[in-house]
């Protein structure tokens, strides 16, 4: 069976460092605990790929069976949330990233196409799936992009338990 344990990472220097508040990291934890998903935990981690990879390999060797980053999915030199999310990925789902971007503009954010989020499924060290998702660093971003998220989460849970698809019993 499928963990419920689901983690929040924001990616921030600035947030790491103290210099500021994070405020997307909170609204996500809101969101996905009125949601229903009790098992939410929240961890801050630097900009960087390997804090990024490190954050994200922890999370999943907790349990956690949905992670989600805030942050670090712009253009300038520090956003390397999706390299470090890339190195832990068995495989991307582009279309989840792709309706998330298309979740932010329609909702009259013209910036979110600049957005280089990612999405996809990454194993744990105890062999369970996860799907991992990079949202934005806003609090608009993380609600526009958990709307979607949360809409997909009970069909991706079942398939991570096997659904109507079976996992193959070896890789």
């Known amino acids: 069976m499928t963990s419920d344990r689901?983690?929040?990472?924001?990616?921030s220097d600035r947030c790491a460092r103290g210099e500021a508040e994070d405020r997307s990291g909170p609204t996500a934890v809101s969101l996905l605990r009125e949601a229903g998903l009790t098992d939410v935990r929240?961890?801050?981690?630097?900009?960087?790929?390997?804090?990024?990879?490190?954050?994200?390999?922890?999370?999943?060797?907790?349990g956690a069976r949905l992670v989600?980053?805030?942050g670090g999915?712009?253009?300038?030199?520090?956003?390397?949330t999706p390299e470090g999310t890339r190195t832990v990925l068995d495989?991307?789902?582009?279309?989840?990233?792709?309706?998330?971007?298309?979740?932010?503009?329609?909702?009259?954010?013209?910036?979110a196409a600049l957005s280089r989020g990612l999405a996809g499924l990454a194993r744990a060290a105890d062999g369970g799936r996860a799907l991992v998702v990079n949202l934005p660093?806003?609090?608009?971003?993380v609600r526009d992009g958990l709307e979607v998220v949360l809409t997909l989460w009970p069909h991706v849970r079942s398939q991570l338990e096997g659904g109507d698809h079976p996992l193959p019993t070896s890789t």
């Open 73 to 80: 999915t712009g253009i300038t030199p520090r956003d390397l």
């Open 42 to 62: 929240n961890h801050l981690v630097p900009d960087g790929v390997e804090s990024v990879r490190d954050g994200l390999r922890a999370a999943l060797d907790d």
């Open 68 to 70: 989600i980053t805030t």
């Open 137 to 141: 660093g806003s609090s608009g971003g």
């Open 91 to 111: 495989y991307e789902i582009p279309g989840i990233a792709e309706v998330v971007r298309q979740q932010g503009i329609a909702a009259g954010v013209p910036t």
């Open 6 to 11: 689901v983690a929040v990472i924001t990616v």
